[in-house]
């Protein structure tokens, strides 16, 4: 989505930022919405930053502030129970996920095309005013169900496809009502997503099922949004697999695919198949750049893949005829397959380092060839502790047998009265390749 492009999220930390952002809370809605309108250009936006993110965001939502007069308090509270799935940015695009900036022309197409909301929403405000708090009660689910009926009918000009897509979600979403509210509320997700996440628990796990099972009795809502819900505040998506063999009790993908949770094992795929491609890509950037930076993240990348891979294969069996299945074994080779390619660029980026390690340049622990040499040992390291498991260990014998003799070779010694750094640098690039 053409949201904020957060280039430098350490920017939204500026206090500058909060302070403009404090400000707008306070502009009349209407000066609010025309400073949004200007700042909303498409140029503007790809030169973006965290802390103009922020504003916009913040724009966007005075239009919905119930605190004031002229905003729309009751599209402030239907979008309360759509927060657990709303995400800022096209990067975190996902089936179970929501982009905040479809809410905009989601309410207003629903305004424009019903003319029982209109009078809805003017009964709201009323009721605000008044204190009427059974009667906003009641209007609430009015109002959630005939924007769940309308969603399927709106129609929208020069929109993205992908805000249409979203408009069915919200009225999917929307459609659980008061239900899939109190449902939130049990387990505890009742807000936005957070990074760090959450971590799935025993109590999550048990407050879902009863949840699970409510909402499963009453045939008028898909259940499966409640474990979007739950999958979008974990710190670990992928533990979902688990709460799904929980809850089912099932391990078997036949039986599995026929499940009402199948779509969240779906996306828990396509996650898995994400992660390896940006693995790919970030240990080939690696072997070309050669940098300390580079290397780590490559090996971020990749042991995070193999996390990922390795938690499902524990709660599921991936049968190789299911697509679960080939998705899994598909992204798996294409790692597998790489990473004894690249060894090599690897291991000449520490062969550099002790061919050339001189103690009036290389034996400082900040040189860029030895951080280089570092995270290249560490991540020869990471990957052979992998590499059984996931098929690629046979090049690991040989490629030890070398680096052991690299690093056994005799190296030019230290002017006299200073200190010999390279035994330290040295045990450094061992202890990275599991070699001690």
């Given at each position: 989505?053409?949201?904020?492009?957060?280039?430098?999220?350490?920017?939204?930390?500026?206090?500058?930022?909060?302070?403009?952002?404090?400000?707008?809370?306070?502009?009349?809605?209407?000066?609010?919405?025309?400073?949004?309108?200007?700042?909303?250009?498409?140029?503007?936006?790809?030169?973006?930053?965290?802390?103009?993110?922020?504003?916009?965001?913040?724009?966007?939502?005075?239009?919905?502030?119930?605190?004031?007069?002229?905003?729309?308090?009751?599209?402030?509270?239907?979008?309360?129970?759509?927060?657990?799935?709303?995400?800022?940015?096209?990067?975190?695009?996902?089936?179970?996920?929501?982009?905040?900036?479809?809410?905009?022309?989601?309410?207003?197409?629903?305004?424009?095309?019903?003319?029982?909301?209109?009078?809805?929403?003017?009964?709201?405000?009323?009721?605000?005013?008044?204190?009427?708090?059974?009667?906003?009660?009641?209007?609430?689910?009015?109002?959630?169900?005939?924007?769940?009926?309308?969603?399927?009918?709106?129609?929208?000009?020069?929109?993205?496809q992908s805000i249409i897509e979203d408009v069915r979600r919200i009225g999917t979403v929307v459609g659980g009502g008061t239900a899939l509210a109190k449902a939130l509320r049990e387990i505890g997700v009742d807000g936005p997503p957070s990074r760090?996440?959450?971590?799935?628990?025993?109590?999550?796990?048990?407050?879902?099922?009863?949840?699970?099972?409510?909402?499963?009795?009453?045939?008028?809502?898909?259940?499966?949004?409640?474990?979007?819900?739950?999958?979008?505040?974990?710190?670990?998506?992928?533990?979902?697999?688990?709460?799904?063999?929980?809850?089912?009790?099932?391990?078997?993908?036949?039986?599995?695919?026929?499940?009402?949770?199948?779509?969240?094992?779906?996306?828990?795929?396509?996650?898995?198949?994400?992660?390896?491609?940006?693995?790919?890509?970030?240990?080939?950037?690696?072997?070309?750049?050669?940098?300390?930076?580079?290397?780590?993240?490559?090996?971020?990348?990749?042991?995070?893949?193999?996390?990922?891979?390795?938690?499902?294969?524990?709660?599921?069996?991936?049968?190789?005829?299911?697509?679960?299945?080939?998705?899994?074994?598909?992204?798996?080779?294409?790692?597998?397959?790489?990473?004894?390619?690249?060894?090599?660029?690897?291991?000449?980026?520490?062969?550099?380092?002790?061919?050339?390690?001189?103690?009036?340049?290389?034996?400082?622990?900040?040189?860029?060839?030895?951080?280089?040499?570092?995270?290249?040992?560490?991540?020869?390291?990471?990957?052979?502790?992998?590499?059984?498991?996931?098929?690629?260990?046979?090049?690991?014998?040989?490629?030890?047998r070398r680096l052991q003799e690299a690093l056994g070779r005799s190296v030019k010694r230290p002017r006299p009265n200073e200190p010999d750094p390279w035994p330290l640098q040295k045990r450094r690039l061992l202890t990275g390749l599991r070699l001690?």
């Amino acid at each position: 989505m053409p949201e904020p492009v957060l280039t430098d999220p350490d920017q939204a930390k500026d206090p500058r930022w909060q302070q403009l952002v404090a400000l707008i809370s306070k502009l009349p809605p209407d000066k609010a919405n025309k400073l949004r309108e200007l700042l909303s250009g498409d140029g503007l936006i790809k030169a973006s930053s965290a802390g103009f993110g922020q504003v916009l965001q913040a724009l966007e939502l005075r239009r919905s502030d119930g605190e004031r007069a002229a905003a729309e308090p009751l599209m402030r509270k239907i979008c309360t129970l759509l927060e657990p799935f709303l995400v800022n940015d096209d990067s975190d695009e996902d089936a179970g996920t929501i982009r905040r900036k479809s809410l905009v022309p989601w309410w207003e197409a629903s305004m424009a095309q019903s003319a029982a909301l209109r009078d809805i929403d003017q009964q709201y405000q009323r009721a605000i005013r008044e204190k009427l708090t059974a009667e906003m009660e009641r209007l609430e689910e009015e109002a959630m169900a005939e924007l769940s009926r309308r969603a399927r009918s709106l129609t929208f000009k020069n929109t993205a496809q992908s805000i249409i897509e979203d408009v069915r979600r919200i009225g999917t979403v929307v459609g659980g009502g008061t239900a899939l509210a109190k449902a939130l509320r049990e387990i505890g997700v009742d807000g936005p997503p957070s990074r760090p996440g959450i971590e799935l628990d025993e109590l999550i796990v048990r407050r879902f099922g009863k949840a699970y099972e409510a909402l499963s009795a009453d045939h008028a809502f898909d259940p499966v949004w409640l474990g979007h819900a739950v999958m979008n505040h974990l710190d670990k998506p992928w533990e979902v697999v688990s709460l799904i063999h929980r809850v089912t009790g099932c391990t078997d993908v036949t039986m599995l695919e026929q499940t009402e949770l199948a779509p969240l094992m779906d996306r828990t795929m396509d996650q898995l198949v994400a992660v390896a491609a940006r693995a790919i890509n970030a240990i080939k950037e690696a072997a070309r750049q050669r940098t300390a930076g580079e290397i780590a993240m490559a090996t971020g990348q990749a042991n995070l893949y193999f996390d990922l891979a390795e938690s499902i294969a524990r709660e599921i069996k991936l049968e190789r005829a299911s697509a679960w299945g080939q998705a899994y074994l598909t992204s798996r080779k294409s790692l597998s397959d790489l990473i004894p390619e690249k060894l090599e660029d690897f291991e000449e980026i520490i062969t550099d380092f002790t061919d050339d390690w001189a103690p009036d340049t290389y034996g400082r622990e900040n040189h860029p060839a030895y951080l280089a040499a570092a995270a290249a040992a560490d991540f020869v390291g990471a990957m052979k502790l992998r590499a059984a498991r996931h098929g690629f260990g046979m090049p690991f014998t040989a490629l030890e047998r070398r680096l052991q003799e690299a690093l056994g070779r005799s190296v030019k010694r230290p002017r006299p009265n200073e200190p010999d750094p390279w035994p330290l640098q040295k045990r450094r690039l061992l202890t990275g390749l599991r070699l001690i």
